[in-house]
T-cell receptor, first 115, second 113 residues
Framework: GQQLNQSPQSMFIQEGEDVSMNCTSSSIFNTWLWYKQDPGEGPVLLIALYKAGELTSNGRLTAQFGITRKDSFLNISASIPSDVGIYFCAGPPLGYGGSQGNLIFGKGTKLSVKP | EAGVTQSPTHLIKTRGQQATLRCSPISGHTSVYWYQQALGLGLQFLLWYDEGEERNRGNFPPRFSGRQFPNYSSELNVNALELEDSALYLC????????????FGPGTRLTVL
């Protein structure tokens, strides 16, 4: 089945640094979603992308829908302590249900603060 | 507007028992999705309900089942619990609009001893 490969698995940030993470798949997706999960909570949607090549921003967050429809990138500029958490890429698999069906998730990128 | 709510917050069971988890979607949302998040893993899709019917299920054994009630709330049942069923179970809801996305609840932490 379709899978999402997310990297890096984890990274340490220092306040003020820019952060980049990406998600790739061997098959195409028609929608890319980026979620953030804080400890003890459910994932919260950050950005949704619906068109190949689309670049969308949400405050300090910017995400891009890859032109091949097989990848997506999330950038966080000037990171702050509350950016710490786990970031997931996700998308609806092709086939039954389309964009209204279930989602496939990457394994997540864990952002921690540099000691 | 209230978000997706789940109960209980935590649930401790022993192997072989049954667990029932509950989810109330956001008002106006007709679809409910269940996901399992085991430690260190991403979210794995379990079940999708829409308008009271099961629309799709993930690669899980039949002892994972559920239903959606007329008020669109849902419950997930896990029979014959196994140790590896210990996980955070997340419920999400959405409207029927094509461009809407899923909104998640805080989850139920199930521990199987």
């Amino acid at each position: 089945g379709q899978q999402l490969n997310q990297s890096p698995q984890s990274m340490f940030i220092q306040e003020g640094e820019d952060v980049s993470m990406n998600c790739t798949s061997s098959s195409i997706f028609n929608t890319w979603l980026w979620y953030k999960q804080d400890p003890g909570e459910g994932p919260v949607l950050l950005i949704a992308l619906y068109k190949a090549g689309e670049l969308t921003s949400n405050g300090r967050l910017t995400a891009q829908f890859g032109i091949t429809r097989k990848d997506s990138f999330l950038n966080i500029s000037a990171s702050i302590p509350s950016d710490v958490g786990i970031y997931f890429c996700a998308g609806p698999p092709l086939g039954y249900g389309g964009s209204q069906g279930n989602l496939i998730f990457g394994k997540g990128t864990k952002l921690s603060v540099k000691p | 507007e209230a978000g997706v709510t789940q109960s209980p917050t935590h649930l401790i069971k022993t192997r072989g028992q049954q667990a029932t988890l509950r989810c109330s979607p956001i008002s106006g949302h007709t679809s409910v999705y269940w996901y399992q998040q085991a430690l260190g893993l991403g979210l794995q899709f379990l079940l999708w309900y829409d308008e009271g019917e099961e629309r799709n299920r993930g690669n899980f054994p039949p002892r994972f089942s559920g239903r959606q009630f007329p008020n669109y709330s849902s419950e997930l049942n896990v029979n014959a619990l196994e140790l590896e069923d210990s996980a955070l179970y997340l419920c999400a809801s959405r409207t029927g609009r094509a461009t809407d996305t899923q909104y998640f609840g805080p989850g139920t932490r199930l521990t199987v001893l």
